[in-house]
């Protein structure tokens, strides 16, 4: 499993420019926005999920926008959604609830968690992001965070996850 340092440097190695700051730790996306300062760009919260076959799910979405799980299953293909734990979650991205984060996939070496980008984030400008741990926040560009992704396997599945309602599933 990577730590900060070495996924720091998997970035370094793939051409990825990136830049962190460090916070106390935050556990909420509320706790995030009153003590990550003025960063510039999208700043992300992201969904371990998983369903009955016990498929698992990393969801990614702008901070500040609502996702309906009962929805997002039917977008997705994947049924009926719920969080999955925390064990469940160290042992598949070797990260602790409150730093979930799309980095965290390069430690899915065995390719289980499938990922799911919200079509907004992919819209702006950098992306912020915990690099494997809360007391940090590490911004980089959409196009390389998709280039970090697929150099660790996952190619993402960019979606429209946040505000779907009943009708736009059916679309």
């Given at each position: 499993?990577?730590?900060?340092?070495?996924?720091?440097e998997?970035?370094?190695?793939?051409?990825?420019?990136?830049?962190?700051?460090?916070?106390?730790?935050?556990?909420?996306v509320?706790?995030?926005?009153?003590?990550?300062?003025?960063?510039?760009?999208?700043?992300?919260?992201?969904?371990?999920?998983?369903?009955?076959?016990?498929?698992?799910?990393?969801?990614?979405?702008?901070?500040?926008?609502?996702?309906?799980?009962?929805?997002?299953?039917?977008?997705?293909?994947?049924?009926?959604?719920?969080?999955?734990?925390?064990?469940r979650?160290?042992?598949?991205?070797?990260?602790?609830?409150?730093?979930?984060?799309p980095?965290?996939?390069?430690?899915?070496?065995?390719?289980?968690?499938?990922?799911?980008?919200?079509?907004?984030?992919?819209?702006?400008?950098?992306?912020?992001?915990?690099?494997?741990?809360?007391?940090?926040?590490?911004?980089?560009?959409?196009?390389?965070?998709?280039?970090?992704?697929?150099?660790?396997?996952?190619?993402?599945?960019?979606?429209?996850?946040?505000?779907?309602?009943?009708?736009?599933?059916?679309?």
């Amino acid at each position: 499993m990577l730590d900060t340092q070495r996924l720091f440097e998997k970035l370094d190695s793939l051409g990825i420019a990136h830049t962190s700051v460090e916070h106390p730790p935050v556990f909420t996306v509320e706790e995030a926005k009153a003590l990550r300062g003025e960063l510039p760009g999208a700043h992300i919260k992201n969904l371990f999920l998983r369903n009955k076959k016990e498929e698992m799910w990393l969801v990614v979405a702008l901070e500040d926008r609502a996702v309906d799980l009962r929805r997002l299953g039917d977008v997705l293909g994947a049924g009926r959604l719920s969080f999955g734990s925390a064990e469940r979650l160290k042992r598949a991205l070797g990260v602790e609830p409150g730093s979930v984060t799309p980095l965290a996939l390069a430690n899915d070496d065995a390719h289980g968690v499938r990922l799911a980008l919200d079509r907004g984030v992919m819209e702006g400008g950098p992306i912020n992001a915990h690099p494997l741990t809360n007391t940090m926040t590490t911004g980089l560009k959409r196009d390389d965070l998709v280039k970090f992704l697929e150099a660790t396997g996952h190619k993402p599945r960019i979606e429209r996850i946040s505000g779907v309602s009943a009708e736009a599933a059916a679309d």
